[in-house]
């Protein structure tokens, strides 16, 4: 299991358009992989469920992954998020 903490840096924070690239690329990877606000986790290849976090700019998630790249997807997915989703 390989887990981080990130900081949301976009302002609107994960709403429609940048959680469905958060979920693509998390679908990208074999691990199993989830998404964790506060003392909620859900499947971080669920747009319903990460939409579900109702993630804001500023919010802290933390991101867990466990499987054969479990390094890669994590890593992947804090990119993804720090560079504020190229908005």
Known sequence: MYVKDVLVQNQVGLHARPATFFI???NEFKSSI???KEDRRV???SL???LSLGIVGGTNI???ADG???VAAVDS???LVES???E
């Open 24 to 26: 693509q690329k998390a």
């Open 34 to 36: 989830w998404v964790e």
């Open 43 to 45: 499947n971080a290849k």
């Open 48 to 50: 319903l469920g990460v």
């Open 62 to 64: 933390r991101i867990i």
């Open 68 to 70: 054969a790249d479990e």
């Open 77 to 79: 997915l804090v990119s």
């Open 84 to 86: 504020g989703f190229a």
